[in-house]
């Protein structure tokens, strides 16, 4: 079974530029997760999809920030314009609905540094 | 609201020492309880789960006891080895129409030979 895909694995821009992230699920996942790991700190939930709906948004900046799943499947996040602040890893998660206690699996994350 | 808190790392072991990573959990309802770990330059793997009170959940010599009571769960192995220093996080799934995950800060762990 293929895994999370995200892409790119890095990036660097400078402050205000714009940027964006592309994450690919495991076929037939609904739950789509995007979460921000800043260095040291856990990750920290962005935005989620179940299908291509958002069901929670609650700590995404969306002055700057936002993200769309078409389809119910790929997904991209998109930051503009970007701050120091945002350098962190981005992570993609997803998951079935089989359960409560279904995993999340996850890609490896696009690091992002902003100067 | 719903948290996960965690032991401050990080923690330095000898190789075969006790690990004992804490955990403890603020939720409403009956969440399932996760631990994932990010070994260096790779992404985050499920390494546990329990999904109701008392269950025990173990994984490669490592295990956690989901203890309501106290809302706790606890990461313990046995003997730890070089290959187990990683990052390690304490993660809670509530669902409350659908399944939200939440990550502890992670406990860094280092083991020397």
């Known amino acids: 079974e293929a895994g999370v895909a995200q892409s790119p694995r890095y990036k660097i821009i400078e402050k205000r530029q714009s940027v964006a992230f592309w994450c690919n699920p495991i076929?037939?996942?609904?739950?789509l997760y995007w979460y921000q790991q800043i260095l040291g700190q856990g990750p920290k939930l962005l935005i989620q999809?179940?299908?291509?709906?958002?069901?929670?948004d609650s700590q995404l900046p969306k002055d700057r920030f936002s993200a769309e799943r078409l389809k119910g499947v790929d997904s991209t996040l998109k930051i503009q314009p970007a701050k120091l602040e945002d350098s962190a890893v981005y992570l993609c998660?997803?998951?079935?609905?089989?359960?409560?206690?279904?995993?999340?699996?996850f890609g490896q994350g696009t690091r992002l540094t902003v100067v | 609201g719903n948290s996960v808190t965690q032991m401050e790392g990080p923690v330095t072991l000898s190789e075969e020492a006790f690990l004992t990573i804490n955990c403890t959990y603020t939720?409403?309802?009956?969440?399932?309880l996760f631990w994932y770990v990010q070994y260096p330059g790779e992404g985050l793997q499920l390494l546990l789960k329990?999904?109701?009170?008392?269950d025990k959940g173990s994984n490669k010599g490592f295990e956690a006891t989901y203890r309501k009571e106290t809302t706790s769960f606890h990461l313990e192995k046995g003997s730890v080895q070089v290959s187990d220093s990683a990052v390690y996080f304490c993660?809670?799934?509530?669902?409350?129409?659908?399944?939200?995950?939440?990550f502890g800060a992670g406990t860094r762990l280092a083991v020397h030979p």
């Open positions: 939720a409403t309802g009956y969440p399932s």
């Open positions: 993660a809670l799934l509530f669902s409350g129409g659908y399944n939200k995950l939440i």
């Open positions: 998660a997803s998951s079935s609905l089989v359960d409560s206690g279904t995993e999340a699996f």
């Open positions: 076929s037939g996942h609904a739950t």
């Open positions: 329990a999904t109701k009170a008392d």
């Open positions: 999809f179940q299908n291509n709906g958002v069901v929670d």
